[in-house]
């Protein structure tokens, strides 16, 4: 059963920077899509980034587009999520997925991911 691991949230004044780290155990990392998905509160979860197995297809939400960067490190089992010039609507808790599917494309539905994270509070205020 796959473990999945977020850190890296906290709190940055608007404009700032904060990089989140997802780690999971329990699979075979490289086979797997990965993705970033937030909430705001009394909201529904939306998805923020998505990266494809081999780390070639990438998508990432309009409100995030240029601002926010995703990668993936195969070798220390590890997804990230660069975020730069933040703003206080990008307040909320982060959360990392896994899933797995046999197209190398980034999978941006949140019901074809399978494993989840407990999720990371980024707040956004000065």
């Known amino acids: 059963h796959a473990q999945v691991e977020e850190s890296g949230g906290g709190l940055v004044q608007p404009g700032g920077s904060l990089t989140l780290s997802c780690t999971i155990f329990?699979?075979?990392?490289?086979?797997?899509?990965l993705g970033w998905f937030r909430r705001f509160p009394g909201k529904e979860r939306e998805g923020v980034a998505h990266l494809s197995r081999s780390g070639i297809s990438k998508f990432y939400a309009d409100s995030v587009k240029g601002r926010f960067f995703i990668s993936r490190d195969n070798a220390k089992n590890t997804l990230y999520l660069q975020m730069t010039s933040l703003k206080p609507e990008d307040t909320g808790m982060y959360y990392c997925a896994a899933g797995y599917y046999s197209v190398d494309v980034a999978i941006i539905r949140e019901r074809d991911y399978t494993y989840w994270g407990q999720g990371t509070q980024v707040t956004v205020s000065a």
């Open positions: 329990g699979l075979t990392f490289a086979d797997y899509h």
